[in-house]
Protein backbone atom coordinates (compact mmCIF):
# COMPACT_ATOMS: atom_id res chain seq x y z
CA UNK A 1 0.00 0.00 0.00
CA UNK A 2 1.08 3.86 -0.91
CA UNK A 3 3.27 5.03 2.37
CA UNK A 4 4.45 8.78 2.37
CA UNK A 5 7.17 10.41 4.15
CA UNK A 6 7.51 14.01 4.15
CA UNK A 7 10.72 16.24 4.72
CA UNK A 8 12.36 18.96 4.70
CA UNK A 9 10.99 21.20 7.38
CA UNK A 10 12.66 23.36 9.85
CA UNK A 11 13.55 26.85 10.98
CA UNK A 12 14.13 29.17 8.77
CA UNK A 13 13.77 33.58 8.98
CA UNK A 14 11.60 35.53 7.24
CA UNK A 15 11.87 35.58 3.52
CA UNK A 16 14.01 32.22 3.37
CA UNK A 17 13.11 29.56 1.49
CA UNK A 18 12.78 25.65 2.30
CA UNK A 19 12.19 22.85 0.02
CA UNK A 20 9.85 20.32 1.10
CA UNK A 21 9.69 16.36 -0.05
CA UNK A 22 7.45 14.04 0.07
CA UNK A 23 8.40 10.21 -0.81
CA UNK A 24 6.37 7.56 -1.53
CA UNK A 25 6.94 4.12 -1.65
CA UNK A 26 4.44 1.13 -2.48
CA UNK A 27 2.79 2.48 -5.82
CA UNK A 28 3.95 4.86 -8.40
CA UNK A 29 2.83 8.13 -7.43
CA UNK A 30 2.69 8.83 -11.59
CA UNK A 31 -1.55 7.92 -11.33
CA UNK A 32 -1.39 9.74 -7.93
CA UNK A 33 -2.85 13.31 -6.97
CA UNK A 34 -0.43 14.60 -4.46
CA UNK A 35 -1.62 17.41 -1.73
CA UNK A 36 0.38 19.53 0.80
CA UNK A 37 -1.93 20.66 3.50
CA UNK A 38 -0.74 22.45 7.05
CA UNK A 39 -2.33 22.54 10.54
CA UNK A 40 -0.96 25.31 12.73
CA UNK A 41 -1.52 24.82 16.25
CA UNK A 42 -5.91 25.93 16.59
CA UNK A 43 -6.74 26.56 13.35
CA UNK A 44 -8.38 23.86 10.51
CA UNK A 45 -6.13 22.18 7.84
CA UNK A 46 -5.77 24.16 4.98
CA UNK A 47 -4.98 23.09 1.56
CA UNK A 48 -2.05 24.49 0.46
CA UNK A 49 -1.14 23.37 -3.14
CA UNK A 50 -2.26 20.28 -4.91
CA UNK A 51 -1.45 18.68 -7.81
CA UNK A 52 -2.87 16.31 -10.44
CA UNK A 53 -1.94 12.68 -11.67
CA UNK A 54 0.99 13.22 -14.10
CA UNK A 55 -1.17 12.77 -16.90
CA UNK A 56 -3.69 15.85 -16.44
CA UNK A 57 -0.97 18.11 -14.77
CA UNK A 58 -3.28 20.66 -13.40
CA UNK A 59 -1.70 22.51 -10.03
CA UNK A 60 -3.81 24.70 -7.42
CA UNK A 61 -2.14 27.21 -4.70
CA UNK A 62 -3.76 28.58 -1.82
CA UNK A 63 -4.07 32.22 -2.65
CA UNK A 64 -2.47 32.88 0.41
CA UNK A 65 1.13 31.12 -1.52
CA UNK A 66 0.68 32.16 -4.86
CA UNK A 67 3.69 33.38 -6.15
CA UNK A 68 5.91 32.25 -3.52
CA UNK A 69 5.04 28.21 -3.00
CA UNK A 70 5.40 25.80 -6.19
CA UNK A 71 4.31 22.04 -6.33
CA UNK A 72 6.61 19.73 -8.70
CA UNK A 73 7.17 15.93 -9.10
CA UNK A 74 9.95 13.73 -10.29
CA UNK A 75 8.55 10.55 -11.05
CA UNK A 76 12.04 9.07 -11.26
CA UNK A 77 12.28 9.35 -7.58
CA UNK A 78 8.68 8.55 -6.78
CA UNK A 79 8.83 12.04 -4.91
CA UNK A 80 6.46 14.87 -5.01
CA UNK A 81 8.45 18.19 -3.48
CA UNK A 82 7.30 22.24 -2.67
CA UNK A 83 9.92 24.84 -3.02
CA UNK A 84 8.47 27.41 -0.20
CA UNK A 85 10.12 30.98 -1.26
CA UNK A 86 9.33 34.58 0.66
CA UNK A 87 8.58 32.57 3.41
CA UNK A 88 6.31 34.33 6.45
CA UNK A 89 5.76 33.87 10.08
CA UNK A 90 1.96 33.34 8.96
CA UNK A 91 3.76 30.15 6.95
CA UNK A 92 4.48 28.50 10.61
CA UNK A 93 2.42 25.16 10.65
CA UNK A 94 2.94 21.18 10.21
CA UNK A 95 2.71 20.52 6.40
CA UNK A 96 1.12 17.31 5.29
CA UNK A 97 1.61 15.62 2.45
CA UNK A 98 -1.57 13.38 1.04
CA UNK A 99 -2.09 11.63 -2.05
CA UNK A 100 -5.19 10.65 -3.71
CA UNK A 101 -6.80 9.36 -7.07
CA UNK A 102 -9.22 11.34 -8.01
CA UNK A 103 -8.42 14.78 -7.47
CA UNK A 104 -8.35 17.42 -10.45
CA UNK A 105 -8.77 20.33 -9.17
CA UNK A 106 -10.04 23.30 -8.96
CA UNK A 107 -9.33 23.48 -4.94
CA UNK A 108 -7.49 21.07 -2.71
CA UNK A 109 -10.05 18.99 -0.96
CA UNK A 110 -8.81 17.38 1.82
CA UNK A 111 -11.69 14.77 1.60
CA UNK A 112 -10.06 13.25 -1.94
CA UNK A 113 -6.34 12.03 -0.72
CA UNK A 114 -6.70 8.68 1.30
CA UNK A 115 -2.93 8.36 2.04
CA UNK A 116 -1.08 10.69 4.18
CA UNK A 117 2.40 11.58 5.71
CA UNK A 118 3.37 12.21 9.13
CA UNK A 119 3.99 15.62 8.72
CA UNK A 120 7.01 18.04 8.94
CA UNK A 121 7.38 21.32 10.77
CA UNK A 122 8.17 24.32 9.06
CA UNK A 123 8.63 27.39 11.49
CA UNK A 124 9.05 30.60 10.13
CA UNK A 125 10.40 33.12 12.53
CA UNK A 126 13.36 35.81 13.11
Known amino acids: QLQLVESGGGLVQPGGSLRLSCVAS????????IGWFRQAPGKEREGVSC?????????YYADSVKGRFTISRDNAKNTVYLQMNSLKPEDTSVYYC??????????????????WGQGTQVTVSS
Open 98 to 115: AAGLVWVGPFCDDTKFNS
Open 26 to 33: GSTLDYYA
Open 51 to 59: ISNTFISNT
